[in-house]
């Protein structure tokens, strides 16, 4: 393997698999960070446990593009990334993760339902497996949010706090003709969560454009260390 | 809970019909469960091991977990992330099987916290390159693993079933780590000389994971009459030596210590003198990572206080709703 950056030819296939591939790579890659510094040890093995279904299905897509899966993870620069600027944030407080995963995932269980009756045999494929692990990170994220939301005052201002801050990326997790359904699904979570939705305004967006926030940079650099240093090895 | 009852039996190791009855079970090879007689020392010998047992598996997530975002492919990434998640479930049940003697996972993570509890002396070396990831599976684990199969017949039935899922994972663990190595050896004269500096590294401080020498060692007597211990350390320290060795030597690997060798009338790979100063020293909490390990942990608790305050709000909030 090269080190130097690669070169690709996106065709409408290929940017659906990466945009889908990316939002799984980044926000496992994120979870994993969590990996020995979570509140509980059970949470430990849950967050490790979403961050490897992520990984896996970023994966799968990759592999599906028929490009080496570890060239399009390894080799690309930040602008190639076709992620949605929400899951490149740094983790924040465990509120954040919750929060941004919850509405993350919601948006990706409503993707995965839908896809499962695909025409592209690889994605049907895929969704049939991912379907089933969304449904769980949505569950899992909900279970949380309502403890945090509805648990003490200090823990409902964090999540409250990472709600108003994630909310303005919410706008690139879903087709805005999908957002009225991703609405419907978050928010009689957020409201047993006893949550304020903030009104919909100004959106951040670009992650799909390959314009991204600082943050990702940073996030590559670390992931592609290896790679990028050790040119042609196999590991 | 179900294992708070046992804080308050009465037990003594000087009632001898009972002691009697109790060695004549470990000696027929019986499995002690939690609701039997045993002796005091036999609990707190237990308790120590068991909690210092998943301890370790817990602070062992960190030097590991240094590499889960740096690891160089997708599937290095996978594997690694699922083998620390696996040390974190190995702490889970370990703290559960301890919890049946009749202390709680607070208790003991407080001990852990406030540096009252020990964890493995290996755990306080730093991964500084990819090459210790394999390294550690290929060593640690594989040290870890001479010393845990003969738990799986530990005469605490909870520890020895624990133990036997703990085992099949470390072996597939300590696979996974040789192959890691296997792959550098193979590859860019780089990529082996990183495998070699690991294993200069690695090496020594693995010798020790067994603990003293037998001449030294204050519990083994004890353990081993109760079979909590069925082999001692020094056993397990040569069976560990005479397994690991060849294993190097088919790597292309040199080990970090010119005194050894075959010794063609017994059989077994002769090492030099281990510096159990250092070990000691690590012991005592000034090793190259102890105050950052410890530290690590202290800070996941502390930032985690308001989560698990939340929780148990919401639980109790739950509770009266219903």
Redesign the interface.
Known sequence: MATTSIALDESPRIRTLLTLADDALILGHRLSEWTGHAPTLEEELALANIALDLIGQARALYQATGIDEDALAYLRDPHQFRNALAVELPNGDFAFTIVRLFLVSAASDAFWRGAVGADDPDIAAIAGKAEKETAYHVRHAADWLVRLGDGTAESHRRAQSALDALWPYTGELTASADRPAWLHAVGPVLQRATLTPPADGWMQSGGRQGRHTEHLGHLLAEMQVLPRTYPGATW | MYTQALNTRETTTESSPDADRFQARIDAEERIEPNDWMPDAYRRSLVRQISQHAHSE?IG??PE?NW???????????AL??K??DE??H??YL?SAAETLGVTREELQDQLLTGRARYSSIFNYPTLT?ADIGTIGWLVDGAAIMNQIPLCRCSYGPYARAMIRVCREESFHQRQGFE?VL??CR??P??KAMAQDALNRWWWPCLTMFGPPDTDSQHSDTSMQWKIKRFTNDALRQKFVDATVPQGHFLGLTFPDPDLHLDEATGHWQFGAIDWAEFRAVLAGNGPCNRERLE?RR??HD?????????L??AA?QRNAA
């Open positions: 817990v997530m960190l977990g889960i975002t740096r690891a160089p492919s997708l599937r290095r990434k996978a992330l699922a620390v998640q974190g479930g702490g889970l703290y990819w890691i792959t550098l590859g860019t780089e990529q690590a800070k996941a930032e985690g206080a308001w989560v698990r305050d939340a929780a709000a919401y909030k």
